[in-house]
């Protein structure tokens, strides 16, 4: 059975660090992915990897802040998040897929197959 399961999410000053991580049980992935969700907004790529970790994609407003990273010995993939600010507050969600991931797949939810539980960033000004 596939698992992922999220750590690192908190409340942190704007400007502030925070690391999430992901782990995946029962199978490793191609491509892996971070996600978030605000209230009363729709789910929101943030950032995306490669099976190599040579090749990672981020949205502009995270681009030079966030950072993206797996460990396939560990089934773990990071999101180094600095310089935080209100607006990043959300429920950040880890994402896996399978099959071949070419650069616009890793923008869309719906490529990715599992999901972890979310775990809430909270930044306050």
């Known amino acids: 059975q596939v698992q992922l399961v999220e750590s690192g999410g908190g409340l942190v000053q704007a400007g502030g660090s925070l690391r999430l991580s992901c782990t995946a049980s029962g199978r490793s992935f191609n491509a892996m992915g971070w996600f978030r969700q605000a209230p009363g907004k729709e789910r929101e790529f943030v950032a995306g990897?490669?099976?190599?970790?040579?090749?990672?994609y981020y949205d502009d407003s995270v681009k030079g802040r966030f950072t993206i990273s797996r460990e396939n010995a560990k089934n773990t993939v990071s999101l180094q998040m600095n310089s935080l600010k209100p607006e990043d507050t959300a429920v950040y969600y880890c994402?896996?897929?399978?099959?071949?991931?070419?650069?616009?797949?890793?923008?869309?939810?719906?490529?990715?197959?599992?999901w972890g539980q979310g775990t809430q960033v909270t930044v306050s000004s």
């Open positions: 990897v490669s099976w190599s970790g040579a090749r990672t």
């Open positions: 994402a896996a897929g399978s099959g071949p991931f070419y650069s616009t797949r890793y923008y869309n939810a719906g490529s990715y197959d599992y």
